[in-house]
């Protein structure tokens, strides 16, 4: 499978997926701030500026089933000690089509960079911007490989409402008529949930290593 990180993200979000045929492809890093893994169906995409020699004999040492081993923690371990990066957790990575005209919801877009949550999101996208609503806040920023990104924070008091799934729809009109994608954590049911009512689909799995 040739092609760059970005190629192979717009692909799928077409739904054309890398063959699965129990490979590995290692495409460079698109920046510097973002290495992982991308596990799609029966195919996994590695993507760093490690050597592939590197890449494929570490997977090799796995000591697991070939078609885990980009996802296993003795992989990651060694991925993360190699090159002294740090991940969070292994997230769910899914994408949305666009939807055309103003969100369901609304919304008050947030200008000031010291705001906590405009802050903590530009260390982990550019050209972030931020919105809020009555107990909940929606970003949207370019993350890896230039993706646009969603996020969407709800507050305890006002869960159960369908507010995450709202503001989850409204990233969907927000983005400009490109795709959105969002990452959950596998074990974050409520968050999946949300994203799924809003139409956000399932495409792989995804361990984002990070610069210290």
């Given amino acids: 499978m040739a092609g760059t990180l970005r190629d192979i993200l717009d692909a799928a979000a077409r739904g054309v997926f890398p063959p699965p045929d129990g490979g590995t492809t290692v495409v460079p890093q698109h920046a510097h701030r973002d290495a992982g893994v991308i596990a799609f169906t029966a ?35 060694a991925f993360m000690e190699r090159t002294g990066r740090t991940t969070d957790t292994i997230d769910l990575l899914t994408v949305a089509a666009p939807l055309s005209g103003p969100p369901p919801l609304r919304l008050t877009e947030l200008d000031d960079p010291g705001h906590p949550r405009v802050a903590r999101a530009r260390k982990r996208r550019d050209d972030v911007r931020v919105w809020a609503a009555d107990g909940g806040v929606l970003v949207l920023g370019r ?70």
Wanted: charged share 20%.
């Fill in 43 to 77: 195919h996994s995409v590695v993507f760093t500026d490690e050597g592939e020699g590197w890449v494929r004999e570490t997977l090799a040492g796995a000591d697991c089933d070939p078609l885990a081993a980009t996802m296993n923690p003795r992989f990651l371990a």
């Fill in 143 to 212: 993350g890896v490989a230039g993706r646009l990104e969603a996020a969407i924070e709800v507050a305890e008091e006002v869960r159960h409402r369908g507010l995450g799934r709202a503001l989850a729809v409204a990233a969907r009109h927000l983005g400009g008529g490109e795709p959105v994608w969002a990452q959950q954590a596998a074990g974050n049911a409520r968050s999946v949930r949300a994203f799924q009512a809003a139409g956000f689909r399932p495409v792989g799995a995804e361990a984002l290593l990070v610069a210290r």
